[in-house]
């Protein structure tokens, strides 16, 4: 019914247009079922063409940026914005600004493909027309935005299911015009007084990577609803509540709203560092390699018990004792063997967010896609095609590309380096955004079920912060949680439990907790440390060895921290990672840096993250995990950390790799782009992940 209902809006837009050569180009844009390399080509037609307001018009229409968020496929919306934005013509600012926003914090998918690109659209546009759309277009929707926000964290919970006030709510703007058109002024003076002392930097900053000023903008919408709410005989109490107990802010004086003065994840003063070569030491190839199957510890286990039973036949009861128990771990080896499949690998310990991603899902006779959101969309055969070697690059928001379109991250730029006619090789992203390792081998088993014969993982980083967070929930028990986990590991526990409750569930999940009343100890973190690696380990090796069962091989990539830039919180009890022991280790990071010891400065920044309350950032106990998974399984290793302060000036210092405490740079991207295609290029040459022949002369000639 959609497709048909689409076809028919782009049709009424043309019936009225005289005809012309690109109407067929147009149809094939708004057909959400069209076939994927028509489409691309359409677009690339459509790009090149002169600039025509009746084509502006049916590309609107297809756009739909005030339109239900379902009532256009995601292709189809990124198709016309493709156009539009490669055309930037006149009278698009203000669609494209609801764009950017409803993409990037409302009801669109959250896909940089839309909102980034939908910004860089922005960019290209004369300076005045974008200025005549703050109000319309970019107030308008942050007011729409901060409403839906307000009436979903706050509001509806004050309202006690008093369905009056909450109607009351989500119809502002028609229930209470007046108010509404004055917070639409109020916002619109703010943002009219930002570009009058900052002019497009205003809008530049709305890119995460130059200052991410859109939420500061959300915030001065919420201040501008909440206004009115205050002022309403009705809703006076709930909006009063909100401005004093809930934490959102009264209105800011207007012209408030600024740009960064500098640029997150840059150190003022010093230049840009950018190798300009990959340096020899910090990658090197894999070699083709399959470990034995050997007897799993349940087994060698149960066998353990049955000869003790044996040795004890005597003395019967205490035989038949260790023979019973001899059963349970022989039924946990039997039914592993037999395909029962532990319940870690297919579902989280616990859920922060939503974690039912499935990466790869059907879109038609012979194709699957992916995303849109937290993971890339991409249409894809089931199986590569015959000669291609399909790569999966697999990871979380740093290998998704988060901020950055599509082609400029580093799975893009790697297929455009060796994609050729007589070695064609397809690249496939599959990084989830905000996801742990269980997340990462799920892709890396859809991957491998789609044929991919090379995976490139590039995580780290979130494992330790997303079990930290266990600790901040009461009805955790953090106590509990090292047999949970080593229980999600066996087949037989994930046996009974799939036949109890077979929909599934994580075993711990946040959703609706409430938050634990006491500060966690410095022991109940160092113990979710030591489970994070213990998660991240074991998700990776059994994603290695999966891959090794199916010839398929692998890169392990050891992911790079802007250590200056690090979230760090001390410790509020004394002892280390308090304050006073931070502060002393960074002036110890900047002296070596002073005295030109680059490797003892961020050794001391990364022991700083290590003693942190709360890291973000990847610690040392999950680089050493991947390290030594790396030399375990052979796998290719390239070492994304010291290849980005390769060039740093202060070994301290990146700048232009990344734009903020983690996640790369477009530069950043091109870089591992760079050091990543030589390694992939052997198994695209011979295009059989054992082909040693090929393996060996790309270890030989570094190619």
Not at 141 to 168: K, Y
Request: proline letters at 7%.
């Amino acid at each position: 019914m959609l497709p048909l209902l689409l076809m028919l809006a782009v049709e009424v837009t043309q019936a009225a247009l005289p005809a012309s050569a690109w109407h067929g180009d147009v149809r094939l844009l708004g057909q959400a079922a069209g076939d994927v390399a028509e489409r691309t080509a359409a677009v690339d037609r459509l790009a090149a063409l002169p600039h025509d307001e009746a084509l502006t018009a049916a590309l609107l229409e297809i756009l739909d940026a005030g339109g239900a968020a379902d009532a256009r496929p995601f292709a189809v919306r990124l198709a016309a914005l493709e156009v539009l934005v490669a055309q930037a013509p006149p009278g698009v600012a203000t669609p494209l600004m609801r764009v950017h926003v409803r993409s990037r914090a409302g009801d669109l998918p959250e896909d940089p493909d839309l909102f980034e690109r939908a910004l860089r659209g922005l960019q290209q546009l004369p300076p005045t027309e974008v200025e005549e759309a703050l109000g319309p277009g970019l107030a308008s929707a942050q007011l729409e935005l901060a409403l839906d926000r307000l009436i979903r964290r706050w509001g509806a919970p004050l309202a006690q299911g008093d369905t009056q006030l909450t109607r009351r709510m989500e119809r502002w703007p028609t229930v209470a015009p007046d108010a509404w058109k004055a917070s639409t002024a109020q916002l619109t003076e703010e943002l009219h007084g930002g570009w009058a002392t900052h002019g497009m930097s205003l809008v530049d900053a709305l890119q995460t990577s130059h200052g991410s000023l859109g939420g500061r903008m959300l915030e001065t919408a919420e201040a501008a609803v909440l206004a009115g709410w205050v002022a309403d005989p009705v809703l006076g109490r709930i909006g009063e509540e909100i401005v004093e107990d809930r934490g959102v802010r009264s209105a800011d004086t207007p012209g408030a709203l600024a740009p960064p003065s500098e640029r997150p994840g840059h150190v003022g003063g010093q230049p840009t560092a950018v190798p300009e070569v990959v340096p020899a030491d910090v990658w090197r190839h894999g070699t083709p390699h399959r470990h034995r199957r050997l007897p799993g510890d349940a087994l060698l286990l149960g066998v353990g018990l049955l000869l003790g039973a044996t040795l004890l036949r005597r003395r019967r009861r205490l035989a038949a004792l260790v023979g019973g128990l001899a059963l349970v771990p022989l039924a946990d080896a039997a039914l592993g063997l037999g395909g029962v499949v532990p319940l870690l690998h297919t579902e989280p310990l616990f859920a922060l967010t939503e974690w039912q991603v499935d990466v790869l899902q059907p879109a038609g006779p012979g194709l699957v896609q992916s995303g849109p959101g937290s993971v890339r969309h991409q249409v894809l055969t089931e199986q590569p095609l015959p000669g291609t070697l399909r790569v999966a690059v697999l990871g979380a928001s740093s290998a998704h590309g988060s901020n950055h379109l599509r082609e400029e991250a580093f799975a893009a730029r790697i297929e455009v380096a060796l994609d050729a006619p007589a070695s064609p090789v397809e690249v496939v992203n599959l990084g989830i955004g905000g996801t742990i390792s269980t997340g990462v081998a799920h892709a890396g088993r859809a991957a491998l079920a789609h044929g991919a014969g090379l995976l490139i993982v590039y995580y780290g980083h979130n494992e330790v912060a997303q079990f930290n967070r266990l600790a901040l929930y009461e009805h955790t028990a953090l106590d509990v949680l090292p047999m949970r986990l080593w229980l999600h590991q066996r087949p037989l526990y994930s046996a009974l439990v799939r036949a109890v409750q077979p929909t599934g569930r994580p075993v711990v999940h946040t959703e609706g907790s409430l938050y634990a009343e006491s500060t966690p100890s410095r022991a109940q973190l160092e113990q979710l440390r030591g489970l994070a690696v213990a998660h991240y380990r074991h998700n990776l090796d059994q994603l290695i060895r999966e891959a090794e069962e199916k010839g398929a091989g692998v890169i392990l990539v050891n992911p790079a921290t802007n250590y200056p830039f690090a979230h760090v919180e001390p410790h509020l009890t004394p002892g280390p990672g308090d304050t006073d022991d931070l502060s002393a280790r960074r002036v110890a990071a900047r002296s070596a840096a002073a005295a030109g010891d680059a490797d003892g400065a961020r050794d001391a920044r990364q022991a700083i993250i290590d003693l942190s309350a709360s890291p973000r950032e990847m610690t040392s106990g999950i680089r050493t995990a991947l390290s030594e998974l790396a030399e375990a399984h052979h796998t290719g290793w390239l070492d994304a950390d010291a290849l980005f302060w390769s060039a740093s000036p202060d070994g301290l210092s990146a700048n232009g790799l990344f734009w903020d405490d983690l996640h790369p740079s477009r530069q950043g991207h091109a870089l591992l782009a760079d050091a990543l295609a030589p390694m992939v290029r052997p198994w695209v040459e011979c295009r059989a992940p054992t082909c040693e022949d090929g393996m060996a002369r790309g270890s030989a000639d570094g190619s």
